[in-house]
């Protein structure tokens, strides 16, 4: 059996949430009534003009910086040219040969591994309007037709293409799950893969491992979520590789994924491929990208999710831990950071924002910006365990506790009488009369059967209340049955 | 008995010192010129659409404001027609076109809203050639315009009807637009001034679009001065266009009376020979000695890419054509035909409704484009510009302005080109190069034929080299004395 | 240089449904003018070509601001076929 490598490339297509339109003053919004959100522009009216959205150029830097890009210094607008009912121009305002952002990188955690995803390009264009397929009836012969609803055409469009770096379907998914939480965390997408302001399509091609000319590419389109791109780029591969070992060829074409069958179909092959008749777009003039506006867009980046996962490993973190905290709610994480100033270990002070402190949340109902947990009190929660004062059982009651606004932990362990009893001298007393109590235990201890110590500190604890540290009790009774 | 001026005859300047002195009333001059149109427009069809209660509603309303003592400038009054390739709201646009047959624009293009604002009197939307596609008007889909001097030639195109309304007397002044010439070339044939100013410095914002980076909307007028103020009234930066120019612009009035006296004035070589009319390079040759003898250093320059420049506008413009016009598919405006799928439906559409020069220039300029041809073709004709735009910018070095006939000959007889695409084409010759590199051209009416067909002189100038091409072009105007008028014998309705 | 036209090609691409004598009278149209059009191919030397515009502009932009839209109305009025404020068309065949 040949081992088979699977070549898989993505394009994205993000929608930014400026306020107005990329080339026009409407409104970018979505629900509203269909065409209220028009203009000559967006209509393709005769005699409408377009004018670039400034503030999209800074979105459309913002994220090929965050994508490691190179800025090109000057870059134009082109016409792709096709005609289609939801292209009111029947071309549309795109880049071709020089993209504002070139030759980039992302970096993906995927079983433990950081791979770097190469990005060949984004470039900005403009979003189309949107058909809708309807049954018409109350006619002779029931025909159907297509509404179309312009309100989207014009909303700025960042596509993203990756180099075709990827090897198998749940990295293609990870990718994707990366890309959106970067242009989310950016602030220029709602990024919202099921209402469309995120869209992915995959290149998809096996060859044989070792080869180095790649097999043949089928795009796949219709993946309306990160798990059906996962299941749809898997089957993809798999059905290239039957095809193949079958004897048979595959075709270059463009298959849509059908969620409910779980399968990829074949969409009509047009008549070669599509000549767009690219040309430098006449009604624009050239973009200069000088370095002080790249630098006043860089200076302006958030944090982003690979260097706050790098600086989360710095401060003890294993990679996938340092995964899923930066993909804890900002306010968590800004607990997290002023947990570890104050000196609490990482990897307790992430379990516990993680665990505990998110399934309260939960239970609450909660906003994480709502909770009463300061980086200090986690220090403190963590060191109380630590040092004995409290179980770690109770730990969870004094979290609850100062969660609600009880207190710091201390205070609340205290108040709540959850203070483990760990003095020795203090302890003594009981050991000594769960000893007492229990003649045989002892004997069968001293017989060999080491493990009823566990009982015996059952006893302990029951007649403590639960409050003895089970760890001190432990030694001393261990201590006296030895000794 | 020397035949009293009517109104309509009047200039702007005229009109205007008038209604300012409480002589005439905006409505009494508008009256005047609907008058005039009714009496012409059954031969000579300068209007597709002539717009009484609009125009009659903005004579009153400038009546009242002058009255008020809110003078808005040199237009206010003036009745102003505008070709039919601009947005008019509320009014149909067609682009004398069957694929706009009924289309009425829910906004105005900028320079309507301009002339809005100057208190002008929009009488009416004028005939041209289809979406401003060639030199004749007889492409017109609502039947052609015809030439004032005699009614059996053409007026030259696409701006056709707005220069047979201003020689014609059916109106004061008009826009027209010129992306090969489509301005300047009718002026020339029906004996008045025309401007396509530098690109850039009027907003195509509402003008339906041909050639994108070769459309200008400009002046059509009676006298030099005229232009000038026209000119003023509607150009300036517009945020609404990214091709607008955002600088100082030039003053046009400054210089007029200035004269040439030590200007350089270099007559372009090429234009000229084969295919010029006698009438044509002596009416040149006349005014080159009489500018001389004004002070000028006239000399000769060659421009050797001039040769093929037509040539380049003939890939350029049909390829950006190709694009602009894609949007005319049945859909959301104008004509629709019958089709049961969206692309038989939009294919028909645009075969019904596209006149045959159109769809020549479509399929012309979809091929210039197309894969395989591109670089060979479209790629090539813009290194053509660019290598021209050098070629202008050296022999500026030399001259202040250039000079040339501006059409090869007098005004043709109607239907004397049609079948011959070529033939049409090469009476752009010596007006497309400045499309071609954006710079200014004026064309001066300087003399008549022995069949009192007029000649138009024109001059060319650097980008923002309006305030010395207005300069020149005045002192021509003043050299010429062009006095002569179409005899057009007025036909009641 | 005479020049071999897919004319039908063209105008499939051009979305213009023209009849076959149609065709064969505008390929020969083209024909000729391209033949006059090839002469750009005689331009010596390969000037480097900047955008069209004369004046070189660059950074034309607008700010992120609304401005209003047009009145559904009035766009709708223009409509061939409108449907519940949509646009109304056959349907598609083709995907894109």
Not at chain 1, 97 to 120: A, K, Y
Not at chain 1, 396 to 401: R, Y
Not at chain 2, 178 to 187: E, L, V, Y
Not at chain 2, 360 to 385: E, K, N, P
Request: proline share 5%; charged share 25%.
């Amino acid at each position: 059996m040949r081992a088979w490598e699977p070549v898989i490339g993505i394009e994205v297509h993000v929608e930014l949430m400026t306020n107005s339109k990329m080339f026009c003053g409407c409104a970018v919004s979505f629900g509203d009534e269909p065409n209220t959100n028009v203009c000559p522009v967006c209509l393709g009216l005769p005699g409408a003009l377009p004018v670039p959205n400034r503030k999209a150029l800074d979105w459309i830097l913002a994220i090929g910086l965050a994508l490691n890009c190179e800025i090109s210094e000057r870059s134009v607008f082109h016409r792709k040219n096709y005609f289609y009912p939801d292209l009111p121009k029947n071309y549309q305002i795109s880049q071709f040969d020089v993209p504002v952002c070139r030759e980039g990188h992302l970096d993906v955690v995927v079983d433990s591994e950081t791979r770097r995803i190469g990005i060949e390009r984004a470039h900005m264009e403009e979003d189309t309007g949107k058909s809708i397929h309807v049954g018409v009836g109350g006619r002779i012969h029931a025909a159907e037709s297509t509404l179309l609803d312009f309100n989207r055409s014009g909303v700025p469009l960042v596509e993203i293409v990756s180099h075709p770096d990827i090897r198998s379907a749940a990295e293609a998914r990870v990718y994707a799950q990366e890309l959106r939480a970067l242009v989310a965390e950016l602030g220029v997408s709602d990024a919202r893969l099921e209402e469309g302001s995120i869209r992915f399509d995959a290149n998809v091609s096996v060859r044989p491992e070792g080869q180095v000319e790649y097999g043949t590419k089928v795009e796949i389109k219709n993946m309306n979520s990160f798990r059906s791109l996962e299941r749809a780029i898997a089957y993809e591969i798999d059905r290239q590789i039957e095809v193949l070992e079958s004897g048979g060829n595959l075709v270059q074409e463009t298959r849509h994924w059908d969620e409910e069958a779980a399968v990829t179909h074949s969409m009509r092959t047009k008549e070669g491929s599509s000549d767009y008749r690219y040309f430098t777009e006449p009604d624009l003039v050239p973009m200069y990208m000088d370095p002080s506006w790249v630098e006043t867009v860089r200076s302006g980046l958030p944090e982003l999710p690979a260097a706050r996962r790098a600086r989360y490993v710095e401060t003890g973190l294993d990679v996938d831990q340092a995964g899923v905290l930066s993909d804890a709610p900002a306010a968590l994480r800004a607990v997290y950071d002023k947990a570890v100033i104050a000196g609490a270990p990482a990897k307790s002070a992430v379990n516990w924002l993680t665990g505990e402190v998110t399934a309260w949340m939960r239970r609450t109902g909660t906003d994480p910006e709502a909770i009463s947990l300061t980086g200090p009190q986690l220090a403190e929660l963590v060191v109380l365990v630590d040092e004995g004062t409290i179980s770690a059982s109770a730990a969870k009651e004094v979290l609850e506790g100062v969660l609600s606004g009880e207190g710091d932990p201390r205070q609340v362990a205290e108040s709540r009488d959850l203070v483990q009893i760990s003095d020795t001298s203090a302890l003594n007393s009981a050991v000594e009369e769960a000893l007492a109590a229990n003649p045989d235990a002892v004997a069968n201890y001293r017989a060999g059967e080491t493990k009823v110590v566990g009982f015996l500190v059952g006893q302990v604890m029951r007649a403590t209340q639960g409050k003895a540290d089970p760890k001190v009790v432990n030694e001393l009774l261990t201590a006296k049955l030895d000794g | 008995m020397t035949k009293q001026r009517s109104l309509h005859d009047l200039t702007i300047v005229e009109a205007g010192a008038r209604l300012r002195s409480g002589q005439i009333t905006a409505v009494e001059l508008l009256d005047s010129v609907i008058d005039r149109a009714h009496k012409t427009e059954a031969q000579v069809h300068a209007y597709l659409t002539l717009d009484r209660e609009g125009a009659r509603l903005a004579a009153e309303a400038a009546d009242e404001a002058m009255a008020a003592g809110d003078d808005k400038g040199p237009l206010h009054g003036i009745p102003i027609a505008v070709k039919d390739n601009m947005c008019t709201r509320g009014v149909e646009t067609t682009a004398a076109s069957q694929i706009l047959a009924g289309y009425v624009p829910p906004y105005d293009a900028h320079v309507v809203t301009r002339l809005h604002e100057a208190g002008a009197v929009i009488v009416g939307k004028t005939n041209l050639d289809e979406f401003a596609m060639g030199s004749s008007t007889e492409n017109s889909a609502y039947g052609p315009s015809f030439n004032p001097w005699d009614i059996s030639r053409v007026p030259g195109g696409s701006s056709g009807g707005s220069a047979v309304a201003v020689a014609a007397g059916s109106a004061l002044g008009a826009l027209g637009s010129d992306t090969g010439g489509s301005i300047r070339q009718p002026a020339s044939l029906t004996g008045i001034v025309g401007v396509k100013p530098t690109y850039g410095t009027v907003s195509r914002y509402g003008l339906i679009a041909f050639a994108s980076s070769l459309d200008q909307i400009g002046p059509l007028s009676k006298s030099v001065t005229d232009a000038a103020l026209t000119l003023q009234t509607v150009w300036g930066h517009d945020p609404l266009d990214a091709t607008s120019y955002s600088g100082e612009y030039p003053d046009l009035l400054a210089g007029l009376d200035a004269g040439v006296d030590g200007l350089r004035v270099g007559v372009v070589e090429e234009f000229a020979g084969e295919g010029y009319e006698p009438a044509v390079e002596e009416a040149m040759m006349t005014m080159l000695d009489r500018l001389a003898g004004a002070g000028a250093k006239v000399v000769q320059v060659s421009l050797p890419t001039v040769d093929i420049a037509l040539s380049a506008y003939y890939l350029v413009a049909p390829a950006e054509a190709s694009a602009n016009l894609a949007r005319f598919d049945g859909i959301r405006y104008g004509h629709r035909a019958a089709g049961a799928t969206t692309e038989a439906l939009m294919a028909r559409t645009r075969a019904e409704g596209f006149g045959p020069e159109v769809t020549r220039r479509v399929l012309l300029g979809t091929y210039a484009l197309s894969a395989g041809y591109h670089d060979a073709f479209y790629g090539q004709a813009q290194r053509v510009r660019a290598a021209l735009r050098d070629e202008f910018g050296l022999a500026y070095e030399k001259v202040d302005v250039l000079v040339s006939p501006t059409s090869p000959t007098v005004a043709f007889r109607a239907g004397d080109k049609v079948d011959d695409p070529l033939s049409m084409y090469l009476t752009d010759i010596c007006t497309n190069p400045l499309n071609l590199v954006g710079h200014p051209g004026i064309s001066v009416p300087v003399d008549v034929d022995e069949q009192n067909l007029p000649v138009g002189f024109q001059v060319m100038a650097p980008a923002l080299g309006e305030s010395v091409m207005f300069r020149v072009a005045a002192e021509v105007e003043r050299l010429a004395e062009f006095s002569s008028s179409p005899v057009l014998e007025e036909v009641a309705e | 240089m005479p020049v071999e036209i897919d004319i039908a090609h063209v105008a499939r691409l051009a979305r213009l449904d023209l009849s076959e004598e149609e065709l064969e009278t505008y390929k020969t149209q083209l024909g000729a003018i391209l033949d006059h059009a090839a002469r750009v191919q005689s331009l010596e030397g390969e000037p480097e070509v900047e955008a069209s515009h004369p004046l070189k502009f660059e950074n034309a932009y607008r700010e992120d601001e609304i401005r209003p839209s047009l009145d559904r109305d009035e766009v709708l009025n223009s409509a061939p076929e409108a449907v519940d404020g949509y646009f109304a068309v056959p349907p598609t065949m083709e995907g894109e």
